[in-house]
């Protein structure tokens, strides 16, 4: 139970992620702003992603937690 409550959200938001990439047009149609808002979802979600897998992970060093991070935003 104690493995599903640290693993889970990091995995709930990569099945999230997989989600909207998988979506062929979610475009809202604001030009520039589209694209800047883009942008800055990616680098929330995908800050909050290497937060949660730092969290899950409890070691004390950033980069386990950002080579997943970064493996799976390259995937």
């Given at each position: 139970m104690r493995a599903l409550?640290?693993?889970g959200p990091p995995l709930a938001l990569m099945a999230l992620i997989?989600?909207?990439?998988?979506?062929?047009?979610?475009?809202?149609?604001?030009?520039?702003?589209?694209?800047?808002?883009r942008k800055a979802a990616h680098m929330?979600?995908?800050?909050?992603?290497?937060?949660?897998?730092?969290r899950a992970l409890e070691l004390h060093s950033p980069w386990p937690a950002a080579a997943i991070t970064l493996a799976y935003a390259a995937s």
């Open positions: 409550s640290r693993f997989f989600f909207f990439s998988a979506q062929p047009d979610l475009g809202t149609g604001l030009g520039a702003w589209d694209t800047i808002l929330a979600e995908f800050g909050l992603l290497w937060y949660l897998w730092h």
